[in-house]
């Protein structure tokens, strides 16, 4: 039965477990190590021959295996993506304690963000070399090569297939959504569970975000589009976001996962609460299909909304995980956004992009970065912003910078925002903060 949020106190929103895989690292403890050091997991492209492309280097994921999902007739269905997902949302299930029931699989929910692409650039590259072998592309070929006639081919290459394989994997009978704005995927994910459970629609919903686009068609879309950096030679320093020299984005894949749950039934079985959920926003820039606009006014639209959402104030935010891309247009943007938003409080808040270690990891980034907020106020850690030497002055950020810090957290915000215009941040609050509070207003 569906809740009337009318007469009853707004519903609070527990993270209680998480997994990660990542350029740094196939696990959670992995990664978090990686991140605290500013380790970097870039290095040249070894998933294909990159060798006539501008950009030839990327972070991949490495040495990965399925190791707790190893179900044949499961990761038949799946792409490189899709294994990431299934791993991470084992892990995060595991680290919950708790996974859905018949009897209550109806009450769990599933919400993804999914990658752009969903074709394999093997299975194109066989129909390429099949149907137009000629030299032309023969349309009367198109039907009778291998990839056109294997049903695991149509069935893996679907929008919703990553959605589909975690629903089938976990046995998840509730709401389910698969979202796709781009890099602000993973972070919209989060906020549609965290509404999804405020609403009474479930009770608990796994949500994260996977992706890969580490082919030949990822890395040569974002080659033509000059957002890739060219410092092939240097890959562990060339995403440096915020730093003057500062030259394009270096790709990443892998995929991140929660376990959120009400909070007081999260808090009924005695689970470990890393943070709430607490606020989500979202805007659309309508500005450029790449870019954000220079004065931030869709970033700092969403921001203030999951501020509001929180029932938070720019004082109560000790960190933000940016989404610090290392271009030069993202940058500035976001840092006049930030600037806009939390005004006085700007200089005293700790800013960093994990991206400088990890790289942009797409659909994944916001769900990934996500994980990172809870995990730095459970861990009273923040991680650092690798690779910056020579600061932006149009960047005069609080930005943490050489070493990671630590320290009590209260608040965390996460930004994402996509190509195409969409802006998504979410908020973090420690348990502490929450506990004793009224489940009313914010």
């Given at each position: 039965m569906i809740r009337n949020p009318a007469s009853t106190p707004r519903r609070?929103?527990?993270?209680?477990?998480?997994?990660?895989?990542?350029?740094?690292?196939?696990?959670?403890?992995?990664?978090w190590e990686a991140l605290l050091e500013g380790r970097s997991g870039a290095d040249t492209i070894s998933l294909f021959d990159a060798s006539g492309f501008s950009t030839r280097i990327a972070a991949e994921v490495k040495k990965f295996a399925n190791v707790l999902v190893v179900d044949r007739r499961l990761l038949k269905f799946t792409n490189r993506s899709h294994r990431f997902a299934l791993e991470a949302a084992e892990q995060a299930m595991r680290?919950?304690?708790?996974?859905?029931?018949?009897?209550?699989?109806?009450?769990?929910?599933?919400?993804?963000?999914?990658?752009?692409?969903?074709?394999?650039?093997?299975?194109l590259h066989e129909t390429h070399a099949y149907a137009a072998a000629a030299g032309e592309l023969d349309?009367?070929?198109?039907?009778?090569?291998?990839?056109?006639?294997?049903?695991?081919?149509?069935?893996?290459?679907?929008?919703?297939?990553?959605?589909?394989?975690?629903?089938?994997?976990?046995?998840?009978?509730?709401?389910?959504?698969?979202?796709?704005?781009?890099?602000?995927?993973?972070?919209?994910?989060?906020?549609?569970?965290?509404?999804?459970?405020?609403?009474?629609?479930?009770?608990?919903?796994?949500?994260?975000?996977?992706?890969?686009m580490i082919s030949p068609v990822g890395i040569g879309g974002f080659c033509l589009l000059s957002a890739l950096s060219p410092d092939n030679d240097t890959p562990q320093r060339a995403s440096r976001p915020f730093d003057a020299t500062r030259n394009g984005f270096l790709l990443g894949e892998g995929a991140g996962f929660v376990v959120l749950e009400e909070w007081e039934s999260a808090r009924a079985?005695?689970?470990?609460?890393?943070?709430?959920l607490a606020g989500d926003g979202n805007s659309l820039s309508s500005y450029r299909i790449t870019d954000s606009p220079p004065?931030?006014?869709?970033?700092?639209?969403?921001?203030?909304?999951?501020?509001?959402d929180a029932g938070a104030a720019a004082a109560d935010i000790d960190y933000i995980n940016a989404h610090g891309?290392?271009?030069?247009?993202?940058?500035?943007?976001?840092?006049?956004?930030?600037?806009?938003?939390?005004?006085?409080?700007?200089?005293?808040i700790a800013v960093s992009s994990t991206k400088s270690t990890m790289g942009h990891l797409i659909a994944a980034a916001g769900a990934v970065e996500g994980v990172v907020c809870a995990l730095a106020i459970d861990r009273g850690a923040i991680p650092v912003n690798a690779n910056l030497v020579e600061r932006d002055p149009e960047c005069n950020l609080n930005l943490v910078a050489d070493v990671s810090r630590r320290g009590r957290l209260r608040m965390t915000l996460s930004n994402s925002f996509g190509f195409g215009g969409s802006n998504s941040c979410i908020v973090m609050r420690r348990p502490e903060a929450v506990d004793g509070r009224s489940g009313a207003g914010s």
């Open positions: 609070r929103v527990a993270v209680t477990g998480i997994g990660l895989v990542t350029p740094v690292g196939n696990d959670v403890a992995t990664t680290d919950a304690g708790i996974r859905p029931t018949p009897d209550d699989a109806h009450r769990w929910g599933c919400a993804v963000g999914a990658g752009m692409m969903t074709a394999d650039f093997d299975d349309v009367d070929l198109l039907l009778s090569d291998r990839p056109a006639n294997d049903p695991l081919v149509f069935c893996r290459g679907q929008s919703a297939a990553g959605l589909a394989l975690l629903t089938r994997r976990f046995g998840i009978h509730g709401y389910a959504t698969s979202v796709h704005t781009a890099c602000a995927s993973g972070g919209q994910a989060l906020g549609t569970a965290l509404k999804a459970i405020r609403r009474g629609r479930v009770d608990r919903v796994l949500a994260g975000g996977f992706d890969s079985r005695g689970a470990r609460i890393y943070a709430e004065d931030g006014d869709g970033p700092i639209q969403a921001m203030r909304q999951a501020l509001a891309t290392s271009t030069g247009m993202n940058d500035r943007s976001e840092s006049a956004a930030i600037r806009a938003v939390f005004g006085t409080e700007t200089d005293r």
